[in-house]
């Protein structure tokens, strides 16, 4: 490791402590309110950054302290068949270009329809169902964040961090083992927006514990046993994208806790979105969670694979590891993460990005 480096983990660590030591005390029970035929429950999460990142031309980091989420979350129940959501976030406050006064955007807000459990309809802003690793909670990812191969289409489809507008019916069956999700949304808006609109669909099967919350977790810390295989697509136009994943949370030696996740990609954006070349994309993460220390190591591995023989010069893999201390499970985290970013088939120097997090949640 470079003495640049070395400095950057010293800065990373030193940090690390000083937040430990302003921490909080431990999250107190969930708040709901409830009137009549009416509940609501009301949360926050915050996920506060220490970014370390190489620039591409030199060997010196671009350093920055952020707000990679600041949330407040509001849902509830009106009667035994409606139910709703809605979340607000300002994310990246204070990121390079630096901006404190971005302000709120929308993120969640939909409301679902229970006509029964095997058919459910939403409507609003939510997650496109396509991949697993897309419909999962931000609070617990094995690694600090999601897997870059995850969010290719986000951009060219004009959702809004894996978010789109639409109706989809989800619903449950085989005592809730077998899951799917299917919608039509807006996605990318011609001119006159005459252009067609876009569909995905998502089925899932559990071989063990059930998971029937919109979003999915990714470690359970040795609390639940998940098993789950999965596919999607994602399509617009010319446009196609599947997924297909095998998720694995194994409680181990009394509150241990042994996790994988291996997610395939298929994008292709055509003629319809030329930034999303014919790709094959893979990810790889494990973690093991020592539960009478509360620490999780983990390591990530992905790779970028482009089809066409002039695209293979942007062909790219991501090495990371790290840790994650659960000071009060998921409601007060601390990770530190290391990443390595590696071109295959062209001249460009590998780089290196470490990125603290502090994260609080109350929901």
Known sequence: MSRSLKKQARLLAAGGALMLGL???????????????????????GQFWGDWMQSPDTSGYAQSLYLRRGRLLLSGDIGSDISFFFQTDDPNLGKMPKTLNAGFV????????????SF??????????????????TTSFYQIDISNISTINNSSTSSSALRDMGFQARGFFL?????????????????????????AGYVQYD??????????????????????????FDKQGAYRSWSANVASDTPVHGGDEIGVNLQYIHY????????????????LELAYYLHQVKFQPFVAVSSQNFVAPD??????????????????GQNLKWTLQYNRIVPRNSTAKPGNEMTMQLQLFYF
């Open 268 to 283: 292709d954006g055509q003629n319809k979105f030329l930034t999303i070349p014919n790709q094959n994309d893979l990810l």
């Open 120 to 137: 459910r309809v939403d409507g609003g802003l939510m997650l496109v169902p396509f991949a697993r690793q897309s419909l999962q909670s």
């Open 175 to 199: 005592k809730d083992h077998l899951l799917y999700r299917t919608g039509v949304y807006e996605g990318e808006r011609g001119a006159t927006a005459h252009n067609s609109l876009r569909t």
């Open 311 to 328: 695209a293979k010069a942007k062909d790219l893999e991501r090495y990371g590891s790290g840790v994650n201390y659960y000071i009060h």
């Open 23 to 45: 921490a909080c005390a431990p999250v107190s029970a969930q708040l709901v309110i409830k009137n009549e035929d009416v509940n609501l429950k009301l949360g926050v999460q």
């Open 207 to 232: 071989f063990f514990d059930t998971e029937t919350g919109y979003a999915f977790i990714g470690t359970a810390l040795g609390k639940k046993r998940i098993l789950a295989v999965d596919g999607g």
């Open 106 to 117: 929308l993120q969640d807000a939909f409301l679902e329809w229970k006509v029964k459990n």
